[in-house]
């Protein structure tokens, strides 16, 4: 679990429980240090639950499901939300979850396998990184770096 850095400036108390209740779950982490890069995180999860953080789309590359909880405020707040934004144009990627009472059931079945937007989401996976997702990035910018 990676909170926005936000939550951990303001709400430390919050990270702090958090903190206390992963250390009692299995494969449950909280990295409260916004200066840690998410990415080995999301190589190795297996579901993405996130709100409308522009994460969903970096883990698009790794095509694995995507729970998103959205915000019944988002509304009300125009400077953090703007509907034409990848995060909420394409809410259809993955699972939408519009009561968090509801998360643990729905975050339940997507491990269990039930994924119908993978197909969407394989759409859009390709719009944002064409055939570039075989993990051989470092390979090719080190290739065009020995061009030059």
């Known amino acids: 679990m990676k909170p926005h850095p936000r939550i951990c400036e303001q709400a430390a108390g919050w990270v702090g429980r958090w903190s206390a209740e992963a250390q009692a779950a299995a494969n449950v982490s909280v990295i409260a240090d916004p200066a840690i890069?998410?990415?080995?995180?999301?190589?190795?999860?297996?579901?993405?639950?996130?709100d409308a953080s522009g994460a969903m789309l970096e883990f698009l590359a790794v095509d694995r499901p995507v729970v998103m909880i959205t915000n019944p405020e988002r509304f009300r707040d125009e400077t953090h939300f703007d509907p034409a934004g990848y995060e909420w144009a394409w809410r259809e990627m993955g699972h939408e979850v519009h009561d968090v009472e509801l998360l643990s059931e729905v975050v339940g079945k997507v491990l269990e396998g039930d994924d119908p937007h993978a197909e969407v989401r394989a759409g859009y996976r390709?719009?944002?990184?064409?055939?570039?997702?075989?993990?051989?990035?470092?390979?090719?910018?080190?290739a065009h770096i020995s061009k030059l």
């Open 126 to 142: 390709r719009h944002l990184f064409g055939d570039m997702t075989d993990g051989r990035a470092a390979e090719r910018v080190a």
């Open 37 to 50: 890069s998410v990415a080995p995180f999301m190589a190795a999860a297996d579901v993405l639950v996130t």
